[in-house]
């Protein structure tokens, strides 16, 4: 059973304009909960992530919003480039174990 | 960058042929892991190791095994490979203390099982 979603397969925005990607999980023992982007061909690489204990993290133009009660959050990307184009997948982990648990990504295209 | 190499990047083999992929990092980390990316699944773990000869399963282990003799090496064998374990394996990496659990992955070796 999947406990990190990601609902939106893909996403498509304007140059300059704000993309919001969304991940929704239903383990509440979760305490990290981190981005990672992926280009064809390639591994994902970390982009941001954020504790349990905190509501936003920001990073540059990345902006990670956790809201617990809803087990919910978002990246935030602002503003969009040609070279955000990825597969973008949510992941969590909890202190008790080893494993990220990986939504299934959505595929974000920022177009010129 | 946390220096992950994956060998073979790319394999076509038949089925019921044993298959051995390899990880090798420079890095030093503790921790590795074997991860498979599926469409339609996101990437699920395999088997993880947390220091030498120390290994555990994950959530989708059956029809592989993993030895790890050495730090830098994490291998991952299909002892008789399926048309069903055709996928994108990633190999990844962390270190002990950790504090975001962030994991550094490798390439990638793309798998065919004919």
């Known amino acids: 059973d999947q406990q990190v979603k990601q609902n939106s397969p893909s996403l498509s925005v304007q140059e300059g304009r704000i993309s919001i990607l969304n991940c929704d999980y239903t383990n509440s023992m979760f305490d990290y909960f981190l981005w990672y982007k992926k280009y064809p061909a390639e591994g994902p690489t970390f982009l941001i992530s954020i504790s349990s204990i905190k509501d936003k993290n920001e990073d540059g133009r990345f902006t990670v919003f956790l809201n617990k009660s809803a087990k919910h959050l978002s990246l935030h990307i602002v503003p969009s480039q040609p070279g955000d184009s990825a597969v973008y997948f949510c992941a969590a982990s909890s202190n008790s174990g080893y494993a990220l648990n990986f939504g299934k990504g959505t595929s974000l295209l920022v177009t010129p | 960058d946390a220096g992950i190499t994956q060998s073979p990047r790319h394999k076509v083999t038949e089925t019921g042929t044993p298959v051995t992929l390899r990880c090798h990092q420079t890095e030093n980390h503790r921790y590795m892991y074997w991860y498979r990316q599926d469409p339609g699944h996101g990437l699920r773990l395999i088997h993880y190791s947390y220091g030498v000869k120390d290994t555990d399963k994950g959530e989708v282990s059956d029809g592989y095994s993993v030895s790890r003799s050495k730090t830098e090496d994490f291998l991952l064998t299909l002892e008789s490979a399926t048309s069903s374990q055709t996928s994108v394996y990633f190999c990844?990496?962390?270190?002990?203390?950790?504090?975001?659990?962030?994991?550094?992955f490798g390439p990638g070796t793309r798998l065919t099982v004919l």
């Open positions: 990844a990496t962390s270190s002990a203390g950790q504090v975001s659990h962030e994991q550094f």
